[in-house]
């Protein structure tokens, strides 16, 4: 069978225009939380205030009490099993006799208001019994996962560099805050309208909770206004399943700005010890890296979380020994899980820190340090499984590095750090050039039965051909409907398509993360086209639909199969692809104020297949900026387990004047394995931007620097002396 059917307007490869792209521009695109339904009601939720206390009791009746109020619930009203989770169940729906985290679900109020719903939140009084938080990851004993990856037996050479580095807790920071709309059902079941990234697993969470079959749980996917991760995990689902079915009514809830920083998981905050062996010109002989990972209250995603820090915490790098140790633990401090890089951000941070340091030692360029050490096609990673795809690392280091370098800082202040606010004209400003690598798993891994499935539809309407396209995959910005939409036009040849609302009506297409949705899903869409064309007999498409009828099919995708990591050696074939990104990073620092403007930022990806040109492009531009955010800006800050910054006003994410220029090549290196030999690209760009620009700083300032994201004060204070 050849590859494609015959040509077709906006088929893959092309920049297809996003159906959604005019109404998001206009203002017009309706999120989950524009939902409305005549006569619903409104949830609020009380959280607790406390990291870490005993529920002594709940008193429900000053808010009951309130007009308005139509319900108020604890966790002696859950209809089903109490907890849920997205790896194990020990979440509870809503606290029982404690509490493990700032923000942790305690009651819910239905109310004919929001505002009443919140006056009414207001007026539960509990009784807590604060006691003390377990709140340093260093502390606590009790752990989510520890893997170890052993390979090799020497461990001393002629040039050894050690660091210490750490990595803050970054949030997801969607615009688009929790939301859905819950609508009990005839059958005594309930629909469920949200904004998620995996409907089929938030319904198998949900109905045991509700004690429902899982058939009387149906999902479909609403508006969705970003994700990163952070709609992986359950929020308000059950809560608002919960009240409509109590009230048989439905009920939306949507979170506020401040309770959205309590409602959702957040990156893993890191603190990792590395060290490094070479030979005297640069050639690694041994890594050594211990890898601590905070998970905070509850499991969530953190044992994959921890299989990716382990299995890719050397980088992409040759090295025949290694002695690495991922560990996650519990602690008082909020949820974490799943966020763009997925664990391997916070080792690429290290790794590629302690590769500038022995670049230095051994006196070679930080790009020839990494040429020498690149892995590239039949490479072994640490786990020892086999680079089976094209990896050119050491070419795309070296392209990189003959993109030309940006002019000096000149005397307009809007391209000097502080901008327009007069704080320099440029007299202690000083340049630096920082570079950065990083490899990415692509969809999931160690076993994980990773599939999707995909309904294609071709029937004529108006006596023309028509096909429609049905998956459960979540859009979550990212472009998937119009990609789905460009295998149909390529497969089947037919330019009128349309693609289905995701829903749980047809088969599971797993998480939209992962890089993974164009993988599988693309794959599935892929394999239900053919399976229709076929049925066309090499006719075609109207003639056939003519002749026959309407035709569907329904497929299937899996990718080849993954392997668990070995518990005690972390040697496996783990993963299904690996993606390569490498970043340079240019930044004029003012190193009497310690502020930092990022110049430039360039890039190189190899992708497999360019599907969609200009929708790559912003899923590059798109993790750079995060990578930028956590180098130099985003950090939920923790004390003793309190968060003191939930709001966009405290927590700082980059906006468009903090986003420089970049310069990109993309290359199209296939990969056999894998559908139109595409390689995932949603996340590498997050993992390697964010250590070049702390190179990048750290050569402009001559400071070590080994904590992101990096702050003025971390600068300016050193400088004066007052730091180390």
């Known amino acids: 069978m050849t590859e494609t059917a015959r040509a077709s307007r906006h088929g893959v490869g092309e920049s297809a225009r996003r159906p959604d792209a005019a109404l998001k521009v206009r203002g ?50 859950v209809p089903g099993e109490k907890f849920y989770g997205l790896e194990r169940r020990d979440q509870p729906v809503l606290a029982i006799d404690q509490v493990r985290y700032q923000g942790e679900p305690v009651a819910l109020v239905a109310a004919d208001h929001p505002e009443t719903a919140r006056r009414a939140v207001a007026a539960i009084r509990v009784d807590y019994e604060p006691r003390p938080a377990v709140t340093d990851p260093r502390e606590s004993r009790e752990f989510v996962r520890s893997q170890p990856v052993v390979k090799g ?52 969470q949900l109905a045991p909770c509700l004690g429902l079959p899982p058939e009387k749980v149906r999902l479909t996917l609403s508006g969705v206004g970003g994700a990163f991760g952070a709609r992986e995990d359950l929020s308000m689902q059950v809560h608002a399943c919960m009240l409509a079915l109590r009230l048989d009514r439905p009920v939306k809830i949507v979170y506020g700005r401040e309770e959205s920083f309590f409602g959702h998981v957040h990156r893993h905050p890191a603190r990792m010890r590395y060290e490094h062996g070479a030979t005297r010109d640069g050639r690694l002989v041994y890594v050594k890296a211990d890898i601590l990972l905070d998970g905070g209250a509850y499991c969530s995603s953190s044992p994959a979380v921890v299989g990716n820090a382990a299995s890719l915490g050397a980088g992409p790098y040759e090295v025949p020994n290694v002695r690495v140790r991922a560990t996650g633990v519990y602690t008082n401090n909020p949820p974490c899980g799943a966020m763009r890089g997925f664990g391997a951000v916070q080792a690429c941070y290290a790794y590629e820190s302690q590769m500038d340091r022995l670049a230095e030692a051994c006196g070679l360029s930080p790009v020839e340090i990494r040429v020498r050490n690149a892995v590239s096609q039949g490479s072994a990673l640490i786990t020892g499984q086999v680079i089976d795809s094209p990896a050119p690392l050491a070419e795309m280091l070296r392209e990189l590095e003959r993109f030309p370098l940006p002019p000096p800082a000149g005397s307009d202040l809007r391209g000097l750090p502080g901008g327009v606010s007069q704080t320099t004209h440029g007299e202690s400003v000083r340049r630096g050039v920082g570079y950065g690598v990083g490899i990415k798993n692509i969809c999931f891994s160690e076993g994980f039965d990773d599939f999707s499935t995909a309904r294609v539809r071709a029937e004529l309407v108006g006596g023309e051909p ?104 972390g040697q496996g074939d783990s993963h299904t692809q690996l993606a390569l990104c490498v970043h340079r990073a240019v930044v004029d620092v003012d190193v009497e104020l310690g502020l930092v403007k990022v110049v430039e930022l360039a890039a190189v990806q190899d992708v497999g297949r360019i599907l969609n040109p200009q929708a790559l492009e912003g899923q590059i531009h798109g993790g750079s900026a995060q990578g930028l955010g956590l180098a130099l800006m985003e950090e939920i800050r923790v004390r003793d387990g309190v968060v003191l910054n939930p709001s966009f006003t405290d ?23 894998a559908p139109y030999g595409l390689r995932g690209a949603g996340e590498p760009p997050t993992l390697s931007s964010t250590p070049a620009i702390a190179s990048a700083v750290r050569a402009a300032t001559g400071l070590r620097l080994t904590r992101v994201p990096i702050r003025p004060e971390d600068i300016a204070l050193v400088q004066d002396g007052e730091g180390s």
């Open 28 to 77: 017009e695109f309706a999120y989950a939380s524009d939902l409305w339904l005549e006569g619903m009601v409104w949830g609020a939720t009380l959280r607790s205030p406390h990291p870490s206390a005993w529920i002594r009791s709940i008193d429900v009746g000053p808010a009951l009490a309130i007009p308005g109020v139509r319900a108020v619930l604890t966790h002696e009203d």
């Open 153 to 204: 037996d020497t461990f001393e050479a002629e040039v050894v560099v050690t660091g210490e580095y750490e990595v803050g807790m970054q949030d997801q920071a969607f615009l688009g805050p929790e939301s859905g709309l819950a609508v009990p059902a005839d059958d005594g079941g309930v629909d469920l309208f949200i904004a998620t990234q995996w409907l089929h697993v938030d319904r198998d």
């Open 466 to 569: 028509h096909v429609t396209v049905h998956t459960a995959a979540a859009e979550v910005g990212q472009g998937l409907v119009t990609i789905q939409a460009q295998i149909a036009r390529t497969e089947l040849g037919v330019d009128d398509v349309t693609v289905a609302t995701a829903d749980t009506s047809v088969g599971s297409a797993g998480s939209s993360s992962a890089s993974r949705q164009s993988y599988v899903t693309g794959g599935a869409v892929r394999e239900a086209c053919r399976a229709v064309r076929e049925r066309f007999g090499g006719l075609p498409a109207r003639e056939a639909l003519a002749l026959f009828g309407p035709i569907e099919e329904t497929r299937e995708y899996r990718h080849r199969p993954t392997y668990p990591l070995d518990p005690a050696t």
């Open 651 to 673: 927590y700082l994410i980059p906006t468009i004047l903090d986003m420089p220029p970049m310069t990109m090549k993309i290359l199209e290196n296939p990969d056999p394995a």
